[in-house]
């Protein structure tokens, strides 16, 4: 949604984000057929690699030790 306001403000910005993308995207589709889905689904916080860099669990309950996402 940002990507029209960095094309009209700051070119250089905007293909950097496009760039982003392209790089990554291996990634996102490897993580969009890891949840059953055609495309590319683009992770939340973003290695080098593309790859997602959020665990599936992020949090374990303190009193069972049950994961929790």
Request: aromatic share 16%.
């Amino acid at each position: 949604y940002m990507l029209p306001m960095f094309a009209f403000c700051e070119p250089s910005a905007a293909r950097k984000l496009v760039m982003y993308r392209i790089r990554n995207l291996a990634g996102a589709r490897e993580k969009a057929a890891e949840y059953g889905y055609e495309g590319a689904f683009y992770p939340w916080e973003s290695q080098e690699n593309g790859k997602d860099g959020c665990t599936h669990y992020n949090l374990t309950d303190i009193f069972t030790g049950r994961k929790m996402r």
